[in-house]
Nanobody, 119 residues
């Protein structure tokens, strides 16, 4: 079982920056993949960025060049640095962990943190 707690959301003007944090209850070096998803009102949840235990990253096209995901294994924390924010980035951002145990993928979610970008 992995508990995830997000923080760092808030209200920011367009062009501004925010850094989201996701603290995990388990040592993240052993977790296969950790990522950030977002869900805007009336829309499906979508992947923003992900990072594997080996450090490989993957970004949605909308995040490339503006967002950066990183992990600090010593702090069991994953970060999402968001720069050049746009109003369309407004959403609830969720931390996700995919832990593979005995060949079975287990999915975990945080409670979400609101990001609002004003124009």
């Amino acid at each position: 079982q992995v508990q995830l707690v997000e923080s760092g959301g808030g209200l920011v003007q367009a062009g501004g920056s925010l850094r989201l944090s996701c603290a995990a209850s388990k040592r993240i070096f052993s977790i296969n993949t950790m990522g950030w998803y977002r869900q805007a009102p009336g829309k499906q949840r979508e992947l923003v960025a992900a990072i594997t235990s080996g450090g490989t990253t993957n970004y949605a096209d909308s995040a490339k060049g503006r967002f950066a995901i990183s992990r600090d294994n010593a702090k069991n924390t994953v970060y999402l640095q968001m720069n050049s924010l746009k109003p369309e980035d407004t959403a609830v951002y969720y931390c996700n962990a995919i832990d593979i145990i005995v060949g079975v993928s287990m999915y975990y979610w945080g409670q979400g943190t609101q990001v609002t970008v004003s124009s």
